[in-house]
């Protein structure tokens, strides 16, 4: 089998030991990668380069695939998002965030299973029409959203549900504030809905979603949404199975995906092999099923949801004792 190259962006904080993790995890399973390192972030501007040097975006253009640990982003001005600036480089106009329930978390719920769809390059974090007026003391920044841009995030979320095999859709809007970026949202999603009717489609306004979701979660199956609801609702369902230490991203467009643990670097517990690999490892899983390794990527999760479930070599996060290289070796003993 000819090695797949993965581009490995390590990250800051604890980003270096939780993908060293991983790649560990990864070599079990004999997947066939060869890894290709590259730097980003403060990481990167310790070493005198730019935020995201050249020769990671030549990379990522390169072998279309990446695995990213968390990332600082310096504070001050002249400093924009990481991230915002990977989707729209290389058009990842798809964010995918999975909420499953693993028994022995410290979950508020049991039986969690959501992913949310979120639109990834459009709206207010497009950065379009970003102004300051400190004499007046006003500020302005336009939200776009575009008829191709949501047909395009709309489609996707109906065929991930039916390789999934899923069964429910909720588009989630502010069509009733929001009559023209929300409202058109909402048009192109009743649209789309109409092509596949063997899913069921419904809709809800995003602040009654969010309420609905602290009370009654297992009511959702699968969110869809536009950019900065999608950010926001993304986090809330990650709070619903025990934070961001359990909850996987993935950035997706027609050519390049990247796959990331959405959490911060954590500074402050760097080196001490105290983080909790969790979230890159399930993202590390994404990144297998979008490589059609299934198999392998089933094989992960179940790993992980034993280990969590013995609990006693679980990090601090999730109730245990040890340490990211305890946690590690009991998925890889699992494998």
């Known amino acids: 089998m000819s090695e797949t190259k993965i581009v490995i962006i390590p990250g800051d904080g604890i980003g270096p030991s939780i993908v060293d993790a991983t790649t560990q995890v990864l070599d079990k399973l004999n997947c066939g990668f060869e890894y290709v390192y590259a730097d980003a972030g403060l990481s990167a501007v310790e070493k005198g380069e730019e935020l995201i040097p050249q020769r990671t975006l030549d990379l990522i253009e390169q072998h279309k695939v990446a695995l990213k640990g968390p990332i600082t ?11 915002v600036t990977l989707r729209q480089k290389f058009n990842l106009y798809a964010n995918v965030r999975p909420a499953v329930t693993f028994p022995g978390t410290r979950s508020r719920y049991d039986g969690i299973d ?15 029409g970003q102004t300051v007026d400190k004499v007046e003391g006003r500020a302005e920044s336009l ?12 489609r996707f979320a109906y065929d991930l549900a039916k390789k999934k095999n899923r069964h429910k859709i909720t588009v989630v809007h502010k069509a009733n504030i929001l009559k023209s970026t929300s409202g058109l949202f909402l048009d192109v999603a009743r649209e789309i809905a109409k092509e596949h009717m063997d899913v069921e489609s419904t809709e809800m306004i995003v602040d009654n979603c969010c309420m609905q979701l602290v009370m009654n979660p297992h009511q959702f199956d699968m969110l869809v949404t536009t950019n900065l609801f999608g950010d926001i609702i993304s986090d809330l369902c990650a709070g619903l199975v025990g934070g961001l230490g359990m909850a996987p991203g993935a950035n997706i467009g027609d050519d390049v995906a990247i796959f990331e643990a959405v959490h911060g670097s954590a500074p402050d517990i760097a080196g ?3 983080a909790n690999p969790t979230s890159i490892m399930l993202a590390a899983a994404m990144m297998l099923d979008h490589l059609r390794q299934t198999g392998k990527a089933e094989a992960l999760r179940g790993a992980i ?8 070599r679980c990090t601090a996060d999730l109730g245990g004792t040890g340490g990211t290289t305890d946690f590690t070796q009991a998925v890889i003993e699992r494998l």
């Not at 959501?114 to 379009?128: D, F, K, P, Q, V």
């Open 73 to 83: 982003t310096p504070i001050g001005k002249g400093f924009t998002s990481i991230n």
């Open 114 to 128: 959501i992913i949310t769809i979120r639109e990834n390059t459009e709206g207010l974090y497009s950065g379009e």
């Open 143 to 154: 939200s776009v959203i575009t008829t191709e841009g949501a047909r395009r995030i709309l």
């Open 272 to 274: 001490k092999n105290l």
């Open 305 to 312: 949801r034993e280990t969590i479930s013995a609990g006693d």
